[in-house]
């Protein structure tokens, strides 16, 4: 397949400070056959009006805004699989960015590999001014182990969950063999990449292809109650895909049930302290397990 379309899905919510960047980053890129799915989800500042400013003043016609009333991640990314149109598709948040060869190494390493569906790659963890703060987020904020994502990336994406930021690129394919985003959680990774996992279709490439921002209003980082509610996500996943993994894996994702257990009904400091231990004596046990996987 020569020059293939890349459809470069832009969710929005509350970034007029960061889209510019974002969208000048995907413009920017070496691989120029791309179109841009920009899906506002019901922003309340003026990041529409940014949007819709940027693509008059540079006249894209690659670039297309949409917008809709407030529905949420999974919703807004599976829209705009939907709308795209490409054979490849890449997924950049708006207050993130892309390096100038992002699209082109990753859909590359695809191209190269033609029994996988999808690929990662590192990313470059910056803060709210765009400075580098460490230039591997994968190693910064999980300890990730370069040698077993090539190698063995079930064990160590199951294990030690490190995808950061928009280095995700899929054949559009992908979707009809594992399905579309889960609508009915609020955080769709873990769900996503573990269908993923479970057919070992996923690449890694030893590269930081994106800018992940770290701020405080990331989703992921706000009040504990927000945490609780993601780790509450994050168990349900968990659980809910357990039975396509074996052995070690199978009984790792299962003992979040305790997790749920912790996290069930009204929210409780307590629960939340012995919630903490259970996970650390977890991510202990998941090292000590991946030491010994190549």
């Known amino acids: 397949m020569k020059n293939p379309l890349v459809s470069v899905i832009v969710p929005v919510y509350n970034h007029q400070q960061y889209i510019v960047e974002c969208l000048d980053s995907i413009f920017e890129q070496s691989y120029k056959n791309i179109e841009v799915i920009i899906i506002d989800d019901g922003s309340n500042d003026d990041s529409v009006k940014v949007i819709n400013e940027y693509i008059s003043d540079k006249q894209l016609n690659i670039f297309k805004l949409y917008t809709q009333s407030n529905q949420g991640v999974c919703k807004t990314l599976n829209r705009g699989v939907t709308l795209a149109k490409g054979d490849f598709i890449t997924i950049c948040a708006s207050d993130d960015i892309l390096v100038s060869d992002s699209i082109s190494a990753r859909l590359d390493y695809l191209v190269n590999n033609e029994d996988l569906l999808g690929v990662i790659g590192d990313a470059l963890l910056i803060d709210s001014d765009s400075n580098i703060v460490d230039s591997s987020a994968m190693q910064k904020l999980y300890r990730a182990n370069y040698n077993r994502l090539v190698h063995n990336i079930v064990y160590e994406q199951v294990l030690n969950w490190s995808v950061v930021g928009p280095t995700f690129m899929c054949k559009k394919c992908l979707y009809d063999v594992i399905g579309l985003y889960d609508e009915k959680l609020l955080v769709e990774d873990r769900d996503f990449y573990l269908r993923l996992l479970a057919i070992n279709k996923l690449g890694f ?14 989703t992921s980082r706000k009040s504990i109650k927000s945490i609780a509610n993601v780790l509450n996500q994050v168990a349900i996943s968990n659980i809910n895909h357990a039975e396509k993994f074996k052995g070690i894996l199978n009984v790792f994702l299962k003992s979040h049930k305790i997790d749920l257990y912790l996290l069930k009904g009204e929210f409780n400091y307590v629960r939340f302290y012995i ?20």
């Open 205 to 218: 490439i030893e590269k930081s292809v994106a800018g992940y921002r770290i701020h405080l209003n990331n």
């Open 275 to 294: 919630l903490f231990c259970v996970r650390a004596f977890r991510k202990l046990s998941a090292r000590f397990i991946l030491c010994f996987q190549s």
